[in-house]
């Protein structure tokens, strides 16, 4: 999830701790029942497998191009460096990031 903007991991994070601040989650991405450019792109690309790092992938790229609209491949792997995937190809979550940015899709 986002907390005002910011990767956060919700399974350790207390609601208590979260009263009054901003809270996206991945289900909140959809714009007028659509996907994203960001959710689309990682269609495209075969970056969604199973489903269950997905939503973190998203959520963390999505903080990524909120604060920078054009970053280089290291700065997508260090911002996406908290989710562990085992199913799926980090180079084909990254070039799903790389192509959003490089379209000037919003996440």
């Not at 491949?73 to 959003?100: D, P, W």
């Amino acid at each position: 999830v986002l907390v005002d903007g910011e990767p956060t991991y919700s399974c350790s994070t207390l609601a208590v701790w979260m009263d009054g601040r901003a809270i996206e989650t991945v289900e909140g991405l959809e714009q007028d029942d659509e996907l994203t450019p960001l959710q689309q792109a990682f269609i495209d690309h075969d970056a969604a497998q199973c489903g269950f790092c997905t939503p973190g992938q998203l959520m963390a790229a999505t903080a990524l191009l909120e604060r920078n609209s054009s970053p280089n491949a290291q700065e997508v792997r260090e911002a996406l460096v908290g989710n562990l995937c085992r199913c799926s190809n980090y180079n084909a979550i990254v070039e799903a990031v790389l192509v959003t940015a490089r379209t000037g899709g919003a996440p």
